[in-house]
């Protein structure tokens, strides 16, 4: 996506020094011990070296947002700070609102006042504000962690277990963890754990057998082996004094000093004060390694080592004792010209793109998002410069423009031309010769195919809900049923030709979409760019087709696929599976909307959510404590939500599978302006305050959040009198 605000700056405190160029990589088979590895890894290590060329570094599937806005951007001249943070969603929710005033406890005024979300049993307030500061957080995705593969021997000198490093041994030591077991609060039980650990590095990782029972390594399949891992946060840590001076800060300089007591959790925090002032920084202690443990490069040393794969623990690639990168390559700006910051999980300082984190003068991280929730939130700031409020804020966090569409669309568009012009004079696309023969002869099928290649050329690229189940109030418009309609087909065929292109190098990985260790839809979603638009990442060129050899399926050597018949071919199944009738019953594969007409495929109907109760219920499906609840008349199937996996507003439902249900979102969205009169706020989490059925607060916050509204939070003690219900007192 760029540097943006982020590049430039110099000196030690005036901006970041971070200006790396950036994006994916090559990557081999992190070295791990052969027992962990499955039995085709043999015959598979050519295609996964030609699927990582494209894929590149993925980590988790990441999901948060926030920016700040100076008031040289804004309506009236105050600046402002949102944040939705991603994380599972869950009835209770996982963050609750809270307001800690110290006034009248203290007597004095100014004491502490802040408000906002917080992680229950958590003290004070995570992301919110006070009288003079907001500020928001989100993951930032650096690497402060490795793995390590150990070498163990007997000791040769005493008794027990010794780790090899450095040309000597080191003793193992073991610690006992006691976990009790229990539910509802009511114990029920322990167990004690015997933990192994490497001094120089971390504990070692239990071994889980087939059944996930956890086997002490002396009876794994190979007891010479251990793998450990190492994070700065298993080191001392002071994040709640940091989170001290959040709370206490009058200015983006306090909050600057407050975050050099952030260490050991690499965060993205934006903030902004009454005075004007905003800033950002993605404060963490990231590990400055040595070289050895950086040998890899994409081209001249494919087999090296690389801190996003497992590292020889020998003491060839440790960290450099007691350092870390110097605060001024760390990612920050203060008061940048651009007049905004805005984060999504991105690669803030740009070191990946040029296919090797490794190469720049400091390594910060690999598991970075893709870049288009970044991309667009930037486009959206920019394009409203100088009008820009709360109202303004939240429309950008609603925002469900397809970013991935607008890549792809056009690929689908030419691919049905191309069909055309076959048809139209044979032998223009030997490519598609026999399949425009197949689809001549079966003129419903072909109609049906111009008729989605016509509504996604007038996608709008919005994907509202528009559900035809649990209609929107008001109903939807026509142009809203028709963009609908276009987000239900691009996604279904956006699973369906991630399968034609990729499925059978999967196969080939035994790489299932049940498996844990399974692309995500970041590295799937980076794979389809570059395949398509065919850059220097597209792991080599077909001969016979021209197009990445990717998309030539291993299952027919007699057929060279091309890009467009692969297109086609998805876009024929996507068409076939829309049609197809519905989930019969509960726990049968999902299916389609039973009709031919486009207008009924409304994408919120697929693209459903349900804030789930952390306990399974007694039959297995879904929970009376679940939102909306089992049998609920109005959202039988969840909540019809907009987005998709590259979204502003994400509702991550992968690429892998025909499950367009999700779990995982915003669990809150906060906005706040930041003026000399005090600040002002709105805030929703997805749920409510209250986990009392019988409470009116008990769902109210999920129906304005599924909804994409909010409400305001009182603040000031005359707010908070005019907007209270009930109270209570708490004598001594």
Request: glycine content about 10%; some cysteine; overall charge negative.
């Amino acid at each position: 996506v760029g540097c943006g605000a982020f590049c430039g700056g110099g000196g030690d405190g005036g901006g970041s020094d971070a200006t790396h160029p950036a994006a994916a990589g090559l990557a081999l088979r992190p070295l791990v011990p052969d027992w962990l590895l499955d039995g085709t890894e043999a015959a598979a290590r050519a295609a996964k070296s030609g699927l990582r060329r494209v894929t590149g570094f993925g980590g988790p599937d990441p999901g948060s947002n926030n920016f700040v806005i100076s008031g040289a951007l804004t309506a009236d001249g105050a600046p402002i700070v949102a944040n939705d943070p991603h994380l599972d969603l869950f009835n209770p929710p996982v963050l609750y609102l809270h307001h800690l005033n110290l006034d009248r406890l203290t007597g004095t005024p100014d004491t502490l006042d802040l408000a906002g979300a917080i992680f229950p049993g958590a003290p004070g307030v995570g992301m919110g504000f006070n009288r003079h500061v907001a500020w928001g957080a989100t993951y930032a995705y650096h690497d402060m962690a490795d793995v390590y593969l150990e070498d163990v021997v007997p000791c040769s000198t005493g008794t027990g277990d010794c780790v090899l490093f450095q040309g000597g041994e080191v003793p193992l030591t073991t610690t006992n963890e006691t976990i009790t077991l229990g539910l509802l609060g009511s114990p029920t039980g322990e167990v004690v754990v015997p933990v192994e650990h490497v001094p120089h590095h971390g504990p070692v990782l239990p071994y889980l057998d087939a059944a996930g029972n956890i086997v002490p390594r002396a009876m794994t399949p190979d007891p010479t082996q251990a793998l450990s891992v190492r994070w700065t946060g298993i080191g001392p840590a002071n994040e709640i004094q940091a989170f001290f001076g959040l709370w206490e800060a009058a200015t983006v300089a306090d909050v600057e000093n407050a975050l050099d007591s952030f260490n050991s959790v690499a965060i993205n925090l934006v903030s902004a004060d009454d005075a004007g002032g905003v800033f950002y920084s993605a404060s963490a202690n990231i590990p400055l390694r040595d070289p050895g443990a950086m040998t890899w490069d994409p081209a001249t040393n494919p087999g090296g080592t690389a801190p996003m794969f497992v590292l020889p623990g020998d003491g060839t690639a440790e960290w450099t004792p007691g350092a870390f990168i110097p605060e001024r390559y760390v990612p920050h700006a203060l008061n940048p010209a651009s007049g905004y910051i805005a984060t999504a999980n991105n690669d803030p300082a740009a070191i990946s793109d040029d296919d090797n984190p490794l190469n720049d003068p400091y390594y910060t991280g690999w598991g970075y998002d893709l870049g288009y929730r970044h991309a667009r939130m930037s486009a959206l700031i920019e394009a409203g410069a100088g009008t820009l409020d709360l109202d303004a804020a939240e429309a950008i966090q609603a925002d469900a423009h397809s970013n991935i569409g607008a890549t792809l669309r056009p690929f689908v568009v030419d691919a049905a031309a191309a069909l055309e012009e076959e048809l139209a004079a044979p032998g223009t696309h030997p490519d598609l010769a026999d399949l425009a023969v197949e689809l001549a002869a079966a003129p419903a099928e072909l109609a049906l195919v111009r008729d989605a290649a016509a509504l996604l050329d007038a996608w709008s690229l919005d994907t509202p809900a528009a559900s035809a189940v649990a209609p929107p109030d008001p109903p939807p418009t026509a142009a809203e049923i028709a963009d609908s309609a276009a987000a239900s087909l691009f996604n279904v065929w956006l699973v369906r030709v991630t399968d034609r292109t990729l499925g059978d190098e999967l196969a080939a990985m035994a790489w299932t979409p049940t498996e844990d260790l399974r692309p995500t839809h970041q590295q799937l979603g980076r794979a389809l760019v570059h395949l398509f638009a065919g850059t220097s990442l597209a792991a080599g060129t077909d001969p016979t087709t021209g197009d990445s050899i990717l998309f030539d399926d291993l299952g027919t050597p007699a057929l060279a696929e091309s890009k467009a018949r692969v297109t086609l071919e998805a876009l024929r199944e996507a068409l076939a599976w829309l049609q197809s009738p519905p989930e019969a019953a509960p726990g049968d594969p999902p299916g389609g909307f039973g009709s031919s007409d486009p207008m009924d495929w409304r994408w919120g109907d697929l693209h459903t959510l349900r804030l789930t109760f952390p306990l399974p219920s007694a039959g297995g499906g879904p929970s009376i404590n679940d939102l909306p609840p089992a049998g609920d008349p109005t959202f039988p199937d969840g909540y019809p939500r907009h987005g998709e996996n590259f979204t502003v507003d994400v509702g991550n439902h992968g690429l892998l599978d025909m499950d367009f249900t999700y779990a995982e979102g915003p669990a809150m969205r906060f906005v706040c302006r930041v003026g000399p009169t005090g600040p002002e706020a709105r805030i929703v989490i997805p749920g409510g305050e209250i986990f009392d059925a019988a409470s009116p607060h008990y769902d109210d916050d999920a129906l304005l959040w599924q909804r994409n509204a909010s409400h305001p939070f009182p603040f000031t003690e005359a707010e908070v009198v005019a907007a209270y219900e009930s109270r209570i007192v708490l004598a001594p």
